[in-house]
Each structure stands twice: as C-alpha cells, then as structure tokens.
C-alpha cells in the first residue's frame, strides 16, 4: 500500500508533464518562429531562381532595350517632314518652327497638323525613353520604364520607327502609290528596311519577336508588312483596319463572317489618340446649353455610314448640333466652343470605330455618348468608361427620336456626377510634357505611363510563348488558332 501511495503522485505529475509538452509543441505548429519561416521562403525563393526567370513573377518596373534603328527611321523623318510645306494642312502656320528645325534642332517637334498630330503616341513614348536619368529624377512621374542598354536584360525590345509620321508623308506627297509595293513608294521602302533590320537581329531570332514593340497608332501605319510583325506587341488605337471579310466562310444567317488579322487583345495593347482640343479643368467649367453636339464629316466607310443615318435622324432635333468639319486651324475653335457648350458630345463609328474626338469630348468634360458597337477603349480594366460615358447600341441610336430622349432623361445629378468623374480621368489621356522635343519626364499618371503599365501587363505572356516557342522540335509550328478579344 505505501509503495501504491509513492507511485500516484508520481504517475499524475508525469502526465501533467506529458499533456503540457504536447499543448507547447502543437501551438508552436500553428505558429512557427520568425526563424523558421524565413528559412523556408529563401529555400522557396532559391529552388523559384534556379530557371533563368520566372514567367510570373511581380515586376514594378518595365524593362525596354531600343531597337537598333537608323535616325533617319525617327528624328531624321522629322527633319525631312519639316523640310517641305505640309500640303494637306489648311495654312501653313508653321514657317518659324520649320526655320528652326532646318537650322539644326536635335529633336524636332511633331507635326501640328492635326490629321497627323491626333497619332502622335511614337513621338511620347521614344521621348520617354531617351529621357536622361538626372532629368527624370528632377521629376515626380512615377515612371514604370527603365531603359537598359543590353537585350539580354530587356523585357521587351521597343523598335523606334516613326510609322505613322511615315505613312502620312506619302499620303501627303504622293498619295496615288501608297498601295504600290515598288521603291517610288518611300513609306514602303522605309517599312521594308525596318523589317529587314529588326528581323535579322538577334533578339527578334531570340524571341520570334513577341518581345518586340511597334507603334502603330495611324490605322494604314507598317500597312505593307503587317503579317512580317504579327508576332510582335503592336499598339493601336483601335481595331479598325485590322479585319478582314472572309467570303468562303458564311454564318448560319448566309452572311460573310468578318475575320480578324494579326490582332489581339491578348499581345496587343489599345492605346488613346492625342487629343487636339485644349483642357478644361473642372473649376473652369459653366452651365452648358446644348444638349448633345457633333463635328465631323457626314459620310464615312463601313462602320461609319451609321453616321450618315444619325445625322438625318437629329439634324432638326431640339437642343442637337451637328456641324460638319474638323478640328484644324480653321474649325478649332468652333470645336472648343461647341464641346464646351454641350451636356453630351456624339461619338458614332467612323471608317475606324473611334477617333481623337472622343479623347477632345472627355478634356472638353463633355459626357461620350458612344454609338460604336465594335469599339475598343485604351487602359479599360484601370478605369471604367461606363462612370462617365454613354453607351448605346447602333440599333437603339437609329430608332426615331429614341436618343435624345434617352438623354433627356439623364438627370441633372448623373451629369454632374458623370462630369466629375470625367475631371478625374482627364490626366491620363495626357502624352503632351511641355518638354522641348518631347525628350523628357512623361506626365505623371499620364498617357505614356499607362501604356508602358499595360505592356508591362503582358510580359508574363510574352514570356511563356517565347518559352513554348523555345521547346518546340525543328520542323514543327504552333497553328494560327487566336481568334478572341
């Protein structure tokens, strides 16, 4: 019995110990030391960089190599545009800017021209990149971009051809052999050379050049060798021009299907117009006494002609301007007095589902009313068009006096709030720096940093084709099968 009575206590302390080491060593499991867990994220992080990167790994910074290009792709296109009259502009206002440009000026301007300046987008974004870095750091911009000066080190390669300065210099001087694949064509021969230049390169052999990036703003830009640079990023500012009826292939109605070409929301990025109307800040702005306002020409192509239909339906409605003419020299105040004037600016198709109207409408704080059933809008998934602009359906907008009330029957608080939801977007359509030939600093949270933003987006894409691209045997081929947006 005593030695009963030795044991008990002996027992019950025994399995206190044993039940107070396995509540420590369980908590300690749910919550492991600092220690710990460091070490096993850095021999994570360690087995993560053993591959030469990692498709999806989170980058701030965009990383761009310029293309080897001669200047005479850039700047020396400037000179040259500089060095003759602008036919196509209405008065040739620029004689002093011309004289200094041929006395030498390193980074000429882009043109004024408005048929030309609305695709301005190249001009910013090399600009950007030849910024020097004492320059940049004098500026709060926020930039994404970093320039480096190795391939190997780039995430894309930015090929610096002034395409669309190009095309519309033969347009001006001898429009008649736009379309001609022969060496009288200057805009044909200067996309060959680029094309020959960059697709013997070793970064484009590298990467079957989907690490490449192309501005072509202007829907005719690189218009001869499109499918020589499908694979490439291209920026745009639509999708017009890019498709293409395919008459041997027929829908369940009978009707030609439309077919896309080399495009893509997947690779591609959409990217704004420049607009040609000056800003109004929202401190600025009064009481507006138009209802809905127009300015543009009447009769286009294909998805345009909703224009002509729309004009007959509100010429003669109450409240509605409609006036044809464009923003140039002669129409530009007209413009600014009529955007500035209306509750709501039209934006219907034209030969492209948009134009730089839209972006003239939204620094004017004129409510979009978009009537484009195929548009394509820059940077959506940063911002939502739908808090400050209208959409509407071709379909709606051409029944009889439907749109004007519809927006008649927009309140005066959902203006007010659309408006003021207009006032802080307005930056971002902004390429313009104020900086001498645009070399320097882009506008913080603007145009050209937004578009850098969004081809950083797809670098993680970029690089896995470029990886699956890499894995495939000679001899075989990834099919053309990217029919989506």
């Known amino acids: 019995m005593a030695q009963r009575g030795l044991l008990l206590p002996c027992s019950v302390a025994a399995l206190f110990f044993v039940v107070s080491f396995l509540c420590i060593f369980y908590i300690s499991s749910l919550f492991p030391s600092t220690a710990t867990s460091n070490t096993h994220f850095e021999l994570s992080t360690q087995r993560c960089g053993s591959s030469s990167f990692s498709p999806y790994s989170v980058q701030e910074t965009l990383k761009v ?3 080897d290009l001669p200047r005479d792709m850039n700047y020396g296109l400037l000179e040259d545009y500089w060095s003759q009259k602008d036919r196509r502009a209405a008065e040739d206002a620029n004689e002093e800017l011309r004289a200094a440009v041929l006395a030498g000026m390193e980074y000429p301007p882009y043109p004024l021209n408005p048929l030309i300046r609305q695709y301005s987008a190249e001009y910013w974004l090399l600009g950007d990149l030849l910024t020097p870095p004492k320059l940049r750091e004098n500026r709060d911009t926020s930039s994404v971009v970093k ?9 894309v390669v930015f090929v610096p051809f002034f395409s669309t300065l190009s095309a519309e210099m033969q347009l001006d001087r001898a429009k008649g052999k736009f379309r001609h ?5 200057e805009d044909y021969r200067r996309q060959m050379k680029v094309v020959d230049l960059i697709k013997s390169s070793a970064a484009w052999q590298r990467s079957g050049g989907r690490d490449h990036v192309f ?3 202007d829907p005719v830009a690189m218009w001869h060798v499109r499918a020589d640079i499908a694979s490439a990023v291209l920026l ?4 017009g021009g890019w498709y293409m009826e395919d008459s041997n292939a027929h829908n369940a109605e009978g009707g030609a299907m439309i077919q896309h070409t080399q495009i893509s929301l997947l690779k591609d990025v959409i990217v704004p117009y420049t607009h040609l109307l000056p800003m109004l800040h929202i401190s600025n702005d009064h009481p507006r006494k138009t209802l809905l306002y127009f300015k543009g020409a009447r009769h286009r192509h294909r998805g345009g002609l909703v224009r002509d239909k729309l004009w007959g339906l509100l010429q003669n409605e109450p409240g509605v301007v409609i006036e044809e003419g464009f923003p140039n020299s002669t129409g530009r105040e ?5 955007m500035r004037n209306a509750e709501f600016c039209l934006h ?3 030969d492209t589902p948009t134009s730089c109207r839209l972006f003239d409408a939204i620094v004017s704080l004129c409510i979009p009313v978009i009537v484009s059933d195929n548009i394509e809008l820059p940077f959506e998934g940063m911002i939502d068009y739908t808090e400050f602009s209208v959409f509407v359906s071709v379909q709606d907008a051409l029944q009889p006096n439907w749109l004007v009330n519809h927006l008649n029957g927009v309140s005066k608080m959902q203006r007010n709030t659309m408006r003021r939801s207009i006032a802080q977007v307005q930056h971002i359509f902004e390429y313009d720096n104020g900086y001498p030939g645009g070399i320097g600093p882009p506008v913080k949270d603007g145009a050209v940093n937004h578009i850098w933003k969004k081809i950083m ?5 970029i690089k896995e084709m470029v990886v699956r691209e890499r894995r495939k045997p000679n001899g075989t081929s990834i099919p053309l099968r990217c029919h989506c947006t």
């Open 65 to 67: 190599y310029i293309a």
């Open 147 to 155: 320039r480096v000066w190795k391939v190997e080190d780039a995430d």
């Open 181 to 185: 694949k022969k060496g009288d064509n």
């Open 215 to 217: 501005v072509l703003t």
């Open 236 to 239: 745009v500012v639509d999708f």
């Open 334 to 338: 007209q413009s600014i007095q009529g």
């Open 348 to 350: 219907p198709a034209g």
């Open 457 to 461: 987006h797809k670098v993680p894409t």
